[in-house]
């Protein structure tokens, strides 16, 4: 993933009103500290109505999540 589709799936999260928070190499790179990184590691707050946004961002941003043994935003 690219710095550009990092800061557009943070922007889908934000907007989609996701409660999230920033962790790992992307996070250390917001305190000055340069590390390189090829993924994005957040937390989600584990509710249900927060998990429901999540998902609802990731399907919008074509990706897919995974319910029991079939995936949201797969067409079948």
């Known amino acids: 993933m690219s710095q550009p589709a990092f800061d557009q799936l943070l922007r889908r999260l934000s907007e989609a009103g996701v409660d ?3 962790i790992g190499g992307l996070a250390v790179n917001a ?7 090829k993924d994005l590691d957040i937390v ?26 079939a995936f949201l935003g797969t067409p079948f």
């Not at 584990?46 to 998902?55: F, I, M, Q, T």
């Open 20 to 22: 999230f928070v920033l």
């Open 44 to 69: 989600v707050a584990p509710d249900s109505e927060n998990l429901k946004k999540l998902a609802t961002a990731v399907v919008e941003a074509h990706g897919h999540v995974q319910k029991g043994n």
């Open 31 to 37: 305190w000055g500290v340069i590390r390189g990184t």
